[in-house]
C-alpha cells in the first residue's frame, strides 16, 4: 500500500505571526478602550463635595430619663441640621430648646444653623420612641441630616456619658 502524499496549502509561517500580532494589537486596544471608559466614569463622576461636617462632642444618656447630645460644626461652612433620627425614628421636635452658640435654635425642624466651630444641644426625652425605654448598656444610634444633604452617625450606650 502506497500513501499518496498530497501537498498542503498553509498559511506561512511569517503571515501567520502576522495575523496573530494583529489580533493581539486589537485586543489590546480593546481592553485600553473599556478599562479608560470604565475609570474615567468612576473617577469624573463624583460630583460636589459636602462641606457639612458634624461632630459629637459629648452625650449623656440618663436611662429611662433623657438623651443629651452636644455637637460642633467642624466643617467649612455653616450647618443647618434640619433632620434628627434616633434609632431609625424621626424626632418630631426635640423636648428642650437647643442650647450652644448656634444660632436660631429651635424645637422643630429647622433645629439650628451653626456656623463653623459652633455647638448644638439637643435633648430628646420621649419623641422618638424608644428613648427612654432603652435598656442600659445597649447602643443606639443617632443620626442628623443637614439642609444641604450631609449626614452625620453617632452611636451611643443607654446609662453612660461619652
Do not use: E, W
Not at 7 to 27: E, F, Q
Not at 132 to 145: E, F, P
Request: hydrophobic residues 40%; contains cysteine; charged residues 5%.
Amino acid at each position: 500500500m502506497i500513501m499518496k502524499m498530497t501537498a498542503r496549502k498553509a498559511v506561512d509561517p511569517i503571515i501567520a505571526t502576522l495575523l496573530l500580532i494583529a489580533i493581539a494589537v486589537a485586543a489590546g486596544i480593546i481592553v485600553y478602550v473599556y478599562v479608560n471608559s470604565l475609570a474615567g466614569g468612576l473617577t469624573s463622576g463624583g460630583g460636589q463635595q459636602v462641606s457639612d461636617q458634624l461632630q459629637l462632642d459629648a452625650y449623656n444618656y440618663i436611662q429611662g430619663t433623657s438623651l443629651t447630645a452636644t455637637v460642633r460644626d467642624v466643617g467649612s461652612g455653616s450647618v443647618t441640621v434640619s433632620s434628627i433620627f434616633f434609632d431609625g425614628n424621626v424626632a418630631g421636635a426635640i423636648s428642650a430648646t437647643p442650647t450652644g452658640s448656634c444660632s436660631s435654635p429651635s424645637l422643630n425642624s429647622p433645629y439650628a444653623t451653626c456656623a463653623p466651630g459652633q455647638t448644638l444641644t439637643i435633648v430628646l426625652t420621649s419623641s422618638p420612641a424608644g428613648v427612654t425605654s432603652a435598656a442600659s448598656g445597649t447602643s443606639h444610634t443617632v443620626k442628623i441630616l443637614t439642609a444641604t444633604g450631609g449626614i452625620a452617625t453617632f452611636t451611643v450606650i443607654a446609662g453612660r456619658t461619652g
